[in-house]
């Protein structure tokens, strides 16, 4: 079954229901993209947490080295790395129970999309977060 992208509408809703968002892949240096999506986000409101094995802390928030170490439920997992990294990533997710597995931009790969949706994980392909977000609610979610 080819992927087809949520909605508009679809896509704001997920985001006005989510507040946790694990993000696979992030980077602990200021200048790299992955770093500043999630600070904004974070500035926006969302709880940020860390999925990186080779870091301690960033943001702020104690980083974890896989979603099966996150302590916390997790509404969408935010994924910075290249697709063929992917599908292990979604099986994790369905794993874990997250509400959404969301690929940033330029990031697509069909099985992570199959092993989400077949897990009952929604899917977001080469979409960037923070951009849907500003023009979603570009006043934040109140």
Known sequence: ???AHPSRDEI???L???QTIA???LSEDPSKVSYMVSEAMQQKGYRIIPVNPKATSILGEQCY???KDVPVPIDIVNVFRRPEHTPPIAKEAVEVGA???WLQLGISNE???TI???GGVRIIMDRCIKVEDSILLPHGKA
């Open 23 to 25: 993000v696979v892949g």
């Open 111 to 113: 099985e992570a999309a």
């Open 99 to 101: 509400k959404v597995l």
């Open 1 to 3: 079954m080819p992927y």
């Open 16 to 18: 006005l229901d989510s």
């Open 65 to 67: 080295a896989s979603l």
């Open 116 to 118: 989400a949706e077949e």
């Open 12 to 14: 704001k809703q997920i």
